[in-house]
């Protein structure tokens, strides 16, 4: 398994693997990212998108890939970022995956100059999960939108 960044050519899987996730879901009628947005973060540079991959190997080659988690966090301001977006593929959950992107993307974020992250929870068996990482419930935010 390698933690990597994302490129322009993972777009179908991660478009598949975010798709095939409920809990990404922000509201009943809103999926994971359009196809346009998904691409726009992909390339972005104020936008870190990691990926993991499980490679395959014959006779120590690598013969294939597949992704089965991604993170993708967005510099907002000078000091301060979002963490849009995490998920693991149901199969491969509780192997540590999870850790290991948010512990690199804290990592990418600090060498930024950032010194604060935030993210809305969409369930909360993640607000526990990001407890376990250091991360707070904040008390006075309600995710609001309107389509135009
Ligand atoms: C949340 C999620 C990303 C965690 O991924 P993961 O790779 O399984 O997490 P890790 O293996 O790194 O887990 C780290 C720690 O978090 C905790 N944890 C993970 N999943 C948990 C769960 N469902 N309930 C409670 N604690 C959990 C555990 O303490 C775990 O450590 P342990 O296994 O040694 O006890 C994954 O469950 C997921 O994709 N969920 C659906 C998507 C989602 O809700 N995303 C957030 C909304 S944007």
Do not use: C
């Not at 179908?12 to 990212?33: A, M, P, R, V």
């Not at 499980?54 to 993708?72: A, D, E, M, P, Q």
């Not at 526990?128 to 707070?136: A, E, L, P, S």
């Amino acid at each position: 398994m390698r933690i990597r960044k994302a490129r322009l050519k993972d777009f179908e899987e991660l478009y598949k693997l975010g798709n095939s996730i409920q809990e990404l879901k922000t509201s009943d009628d809103k999926g994971f990212l359009e196809p346009e947005d998904l691409k726009y973060f992909l390339t972005d540079e104020k936008s870190s998108f990691l990926v993991t991959e499980i490679l395959f190997h014959t006779h120590s080659k690598i013969v294939g890939n597949k992704i089965v988690g991604f993170s993708l966090a967005v510099q907002e301001g000078p000091t301060y970022a979002s963490l849009v977006y995490s998920a693991v593929d149901p199969a491969y959950r509780r192997r540590g995956i999870h850790s290991a992107m948010l512990k690199e993307q804290e990592k990418i974020m600090r060498e930024r100059g950032v010194n604060s992250i935030y993210l809305l929870a969409t369930n909360q068996d993640f607000v526990n999960v990001m407890k376990r990482f250091g991360y707070t419930e904040g008390k006075r935010l309600t995710w609001m939108y309107k389509d135009l």
